[in-house]
């Protein structure tokens, strides 16, 4: 899922305050599970949001919605009515979302309130990692099911760099360098030889390096 | 010859070479370069310069390496894939060679967050590269040497003269794939390995006897790593922070007992040269006097390794 933070709550104040009237749209998917974007976070925005313009006297109206998917063009319909009453949106979902209500309402400020970080899964509680950079041309296959482009700080294809220390990543303890990670499955699967292959450079023109990706569903498409 | 260059013809020559690491200047000042060159001249047969060694801002390796040229000294340019494209990289290579570069040696590189050191700020906001790995960089030079191609497939006029260098860390984790990969870096066209600091002389000759056993040294000459260590202070951080430098206990423990703990840096980097030279498959010795040029005479003369043979030129 993709994985989102709320921003800090005075940045959000500063570029609501303007507005005399505010909705803030949540988004019931990826958000909603990482605790950033639900209607249960739109709730409580809107509660300090209240409280925040009462305290220093601001006549900000705030209002609350929420959408199954808010980077599904259909699915904001069913909010739409409300959000065209308003002066400007503060949505809470991943930065599609955000893009895919500015598209829709071209009139109104759509203000981003998360920031989205990455694509990831939850590995504990209360905790994210990163699992996949949407490289475009998957190598899962030949590491073992551990993506090196997401998981390696610095994408090698090839084996761990000589920064690998006790199973962590020289970035950081906190980071298990995906290499170690790596060569521990394979070698536990008996399979440690199949990297002596040099796996060949990546060809990035089919992550975002490329530009702009698009996907035309051959069969699906009218 | 692939490249010509001193190194090659020595090691080809069978002589045991020696080269040592020079970190260029935080500065423009070619003056600091010339200095350095001073200290380091006739000491060995070859001098690293370093990529902006852990992601801090340098003077370019191209350009210093150029310097180094100009005082009289042979470089071997460090390329790291940190801060370059494989567009940047080629291109900077047939530079490096247009101004008489002959040896380089590739590298992943320290990323820009590396904060270990921590004396030095850096750029841990810079976005990095790494566009390819170091193996595919060596690959790709190999490419443009041996079949006059660009990576893309573009047709090189002329020669690329180049001696292809590659890193190693023998004892880094996890040590059960480093073999492999220091085949990987051989496979992919590697002429040279000079390794990280060794201090740990017994349990590298066991790793030495895998790669012999791969028949890995036959295929690329293999230098040993020596850091000249200062102090015992220094032993304890590189064996705590700096991955894949194990120092053993008595090591650590001679250094702190020593009054002159410099002194006893030298003859400790002078009895790993001789140890380590003794390990079948052990062509050279590359010396890191990290930031102590000045040591470096006292060292290649103490481990007899001087006078350095001469080159055809
Ligand atoms: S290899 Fe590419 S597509 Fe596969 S998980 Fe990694 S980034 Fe995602
Ligand atoms: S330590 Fe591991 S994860 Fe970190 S950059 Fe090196 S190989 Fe990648």
Redesign the pocket.
């Known amino acids: 899922m993709i994985v989102a933070q709320r921003k800090p709550l005075d940045e959000i104040i500063a570029k609501a305050e303007p507005f005399k009237k505010v909705v803030i749209a949540g988004c019931e998917t990826c958000v909603a599970e990482c605790h950033a974007g639900g209607k249960k976070e739109v709730e409580i925005l809107a509660a300090q949001l209240r409280i925040a313009f009462n305290r220093k006297m601001v006549p900000v109206e705030i209002s609350e919605c929420s959408i199954e998917r808010q980077c599904e063009p259909e699915m904001i319909e069913s909010c739409a009515e409300q959000i065209a009453a308003e002066e400007a949106v503060l949505s809470l979902a991943c930065g599609v979302g955000v893009q895919q209500m500015a598209e829709r309402f071209p009139n109104l400020p759509v203000f981003p309130g998360l920031n989205t970080t990455f ?1 990831g899964t939850h590995s504990a509680p209360a905790k994210w990692e990163e ?10 296959d030949l ?1 073992a099911g551990i ?4 998981r390696c700080s610095k994408s090698l294809l090839n084996g761990p760099c000589g920064g690998a220390h006790d199973g962590k990543c020289e970035v950081s303890e906190e980071i298990p360098c995906a290499w170690a990670e790596i060569v521990e499955r394979l070698t536990k699967q008996g399979k440690l030889g199949q990297l002596r292959q040099i796996i060949p450079a990546k060809e990035w023109d089919t ?1 975002r390096d490329g530009g702009p990706r698009k996907l035309i569903h051959g069969e699906a498409a009218p | 010859m692939k490249s010509g260059s001193r190194l090659e013809q020595l090691l080809s020559r069978g002589e045991f070479v020696v080269t040592a690491e020079m970190g260029p200047p935080m500065s423009a000042d070619a003056g600091a370069i010339m200095k350095k060159t001073d200290f380091l001249r006739g000491t060995a047969d070859a001098f690293n310069i370093t990529d902006n060694q852990t992601a801090v801002v340098r003077m370019s390796s191209l350009a210093a390496s150029v310097l180094c040229l100009q005082a009289g000294l042979e470089p071997v340019m460090q390329m790291v894939c940190r801060d370059r494209n494989r567009i940047a990289m080629q291109s900077d290579i047939l530079g490096a060679v247009a101004l008489g570069i002959r040896n380089c040696l590739c590298l992943s590189g320290d990323h820009q967050s590396f904060g270990r050191a921590g004396k030095l700020l850096g750029h841990p906001g810079a976005k990095n590269v790494y566009d390819l790995d170091s193996i595919n960089q060596v690959r790709m030079l190999r490419q443009l040497r041996d079949e006059h191609k660009f990576m893309g497939g573009d047709p090189v006029k002329g020669e690329v003269p180049l001696f292809i260098g590659a890193a190693w860390t023998p004892l880094g984790d996890p040590v059960e794939f480093r073999v492999i990969r220091l085949g990987k870096k051989i496979a992919a066209g590697a002429d040279f390995i000079q390794t990280q600091g060794i201090y740990d002389v017994e349990r590298f000759a066991e790793i030495m006897q895998k790669a012999r056993a791969e028949g890995l040294p036959e295929k690329a000459a293999i230098l040993a790593g020596i850091i000249i260590p200062r102090s015992a202070g220094m032993l304890k951080y590189m064996n705590n922070h700096v991955p894949g430098v194990v120092v053993p206990e008595k090591l650590i423990r001679r250094m702190s007992e020593a009054k002159d703990q410099k002194a006893e840096g030298i003859a400790i980097a002078v009895e790993l040269i001789r140890d380590i030279r003794k390990i079948e498959g052990i062509r050279g010795v590359h010396v890191q006097p990290v930031e102590w040029e000045s040591a470096m005479p006292a060292i290649s003369e103490q481990a007899g390794l001087l006078p350095r043979p001469e080159a055809a030129g």
Request: charged fraction near 5%.
């Open positions: 694509m699992r996949c950079a949407g490289c475009g041309n998957c190598v899962l590491t993506c090196p482009i997401a992550a």
